[in-house]
Every structure is written in C-alpha cells, then in structure tokens.
C-alpha cells in the first residue's frame, strides 16, 4: 500500500512540475528580437546581409541550444565572438521566449 502511494505522489509531482512550465511569451521573444535583428534582418531572414544565417521559422529546441551554446562558451566558429556577445545578456528565460518568436515567423520569401 505504501508503495502504490509514493508511486502516485511521485508521478502527480512529476506531472505537476509540468504543468507549471511557462509557456514562451512571444512578445517578450520579439521585444527581444532587437539585439538580432541588425545581423539577421529586421524579419529574421538575413536581409542585406547574407553571410548571417537565416533563423525566421527555425526550430525553436535548436535555437535554444544554439544560443545556450554560445552563452556558455561551447559554441565555436566565425561569429561565434558575436553571437556570445549578445547571448551572455540573455536570461535562460529571454533566450526561451525569443526562440519561440523565431520559430514562430515565416520563413518563405
């Protein structure tokens, strides 16, 4: 019997740890969207600037890695310098909401 109720606690805490994740606030993600856009174009698909990678409709889980990545260091290449620059000033809950309003903009031309 004590096994059934530690069982049952232990998945409604798990559950319930889920339910309280917040969702992504998409405004917050484009009030943010200002640090990227001189690089990435003003809707996120490079603009002017074609040697910066699209990130307008990317997958969201990527971005977030990507810039985790680059705020921790881990992330290396030729505008990594750049990227961590801007991703160091970014809250794991900025960098959630942003990557949100990326994968939430249409990529196509």
Known sequence: MQRRVTAVLGAAIMLSGTALAAEPNLDAG???????????????????????????GQNQKYLVNALKAYKSGRRAGTY??????TATTLSDEDIENLAAYLASLDDSR
């Open 30 to 56: 484009r009030a943010k969207f200002v640090l990227c856009a001189s690089c990435h174009g003003s809707d996120g698909r490079s603009g002017a600037m074609p040697e910066y990678p699209k990130i307008a």
């Open 80 to 85: 990594a310098s750049l990227m961590a620059a």
